[in-house]
């Protein structure tokens, strides 16, 4: 229960929650095509003009879920990254957390996969629809990597992030067809690919490879939509 003097949150974030969760249950009980606004709406006990007030269509509801997924992997790094200083350590450590927080999602995940592979999809990661999630997370391996004890050359500050997020998103995708006890198998491709990343990193230290950096992100900002928009907007100069 909330303590006394803890402001209780709107009714009109009430009412979107449920919704929310009443459609992340439908999803994984139905399946994310066999699931209407409509049986949402109802489940959730709101009219069907109702739950489109909070979200325009199907679509938005997994936004709205990979926004709460960011939000709670902000909040559940900050241990990890408050107590290690190593690249290594601090990158791991911020896997496995989002390895903890998705869990319970692992079946809806595998679900709705076939939509979200589409990069053209608003279900994808990469896509428009998904940017706030997306630099939410690309935030967090911002703060990897500023608060570590690695030595990031000026301007592969921004490049480096975004290609760690890239790398977490291989391991996502791994995640989803993980079928070992407990997701033993992504928890050892979390840690390897942090030593991997660290070494990476060190080695973008030398000036005859930081070519190849930015040729592997350009790469993947020439190819995957969403993210060559939110280069775009980061090099827009603020006003």
Do not use: C
Not at 13 to 33: P, S, V
Not at 213 to 234: K, N, W
């Amino acid at each position: 229960m909330p303590a006394e003097n803890e402001p209780r949150p709107a009714k009109s974030e009430q009412t979107r929650t449920a919704i929310l969760e009443t459609a992340m249950t439908l999803f994984q009980e139905r399946g994310y095509d066999k699931t209407t606004m409509r049986a949402i709406a109802k489940e959730t006990g709101v009219s069907v003009g109702n739950a489109y007030y909070y979200f325009a269509g199907k679509e938005h509801l997994i936004q709205g879920f990979y926004d709460r997924i960011a939000a709670e992997h902000q909040v559940a790094v900050r241990d990890v990254l408050e107590r290690e200083s190593g690249l290594e350590a601090r990158l791991a450590g911020v896997l496995h957390a989002w390895l903890d927080i998705a869990e319970p999602y692992h079946e809806f995940a595998a679900q709705f996969f076939k939509n979200a592979a589409d990069p053209e999809s608003p279900l994808s990661p990469f896509s428009p629809e998904s940017e706030h999630a997306r630099e939410a997370a690309i935030d967090v391996h911002r703060e990897v990597l500023a608060g570590s004890k690695a030595k990031v050359p000026a301007e592969l500050a921004d490049v480096l992030p975004e290609l760690m997020w890239l790398s977490q998103m291989g391991l996502v995708l791994y995640w989803i067809f993980d079928r070992s006890p407990d997701r033993e198998r992504s928890r050892r491709l979390a840690d390897r690919g942090a030593r991997l990343t660290t070494r990476g990193v060190a080695l973008a230290r030398f000036r005859v490879l930081r070519p190849l950096v930015h040729e592997v992100h350009e790469l993947f900002t020439d190819f995957l939509p969403g993210m060559a928009q939110t280069v775009t907007a980061r090099k827009k100069p603020t006003k």
